[in-house]
């Protein structure tokens, strides 16, 4: 075993005992190699947003079955062959939607994983149309002005301090 093996081993390592520790879901992160994921990892530097994109995009290479270098010289020599495997992906998380296993969110926010690796790499595809296939998201909250009746008895639980809390809202 070569020091960069070695060293990888105790990075993964720790990687895993660190996210068991945590309870978060250990996710394989050795598919996201290549010259086209260095462009990708340039364009969202923060960590906490480049996380959730890194795991979006290695559920779609996955279900594609590709690598992000072939997925984007694909795009680059037949981007209509890209735009049908993008169509085919999006219905099968419109199905999941359907089923209520997501919402319709996730599965835009999948796509602007996708878009970002493509167009740091110099690919334009027609989201336009990509995005006309797309759930409609709720964009609103499911708030609602409360009753009379459950005011009053907000005000009747309340002691003392938060009764004008209460009634100031």
């Known amino acids: 075993m070569n ?8 990075r993964v390592t720790r990687l895993l005992s660190a996210s068991l520790a945590s309870g978060k879901r250990v996710v394989d992160r050795t598919v996201l190699t290549g010259e ?9 530097k923060n ?10 995009l290695i559920n779609f290479l996955n279900v594609v079955k590709m690598t992000p270098d072939e997925f984007v010289s694909l795009a680059k020599n037949q981007p209509s062959e890209v735009e ?3 169509f085919s992906f999006i219905s ?4 999941r939607y359907e089923s209520g296993d997501i919402t319709a969110s996730t599965v835009g926010n999948v796509l602007k994983a996708i878009r970002t690796l493509l167009e740091m790499n110099d690919v334009y595809l027609n989201w336009k149309k990509i995005r006309r296939i797309l759930p ?3 964009r609103y909250a499911l708030d609602r ?4 009746q459950e005011i009053q008895d907000i005000i009747n639980v309340a002691d003392l301090r938060g009764k004008p809390l209460s009634l100031a809202e």
């Open 3 to 10: 020091f960069d093996s070695s060293t990888q081993y105790i």
């Open 36 to 44: 086209s994921i260095i462009m990708f990892r340039a364009a969202v």
């Open 47 to 56: 960590p906490y947003p480049r996380d959730p994109y890194e795991r979006r």
């Open 84 to 86: 049908k495997k993008i």
């Open 92 to 95: 099968r998380e419109n199905d």
């Open 136 to 138: 409609k998201a709720r």
């Open 145 to 148: 002005m409360p009753t009379t």
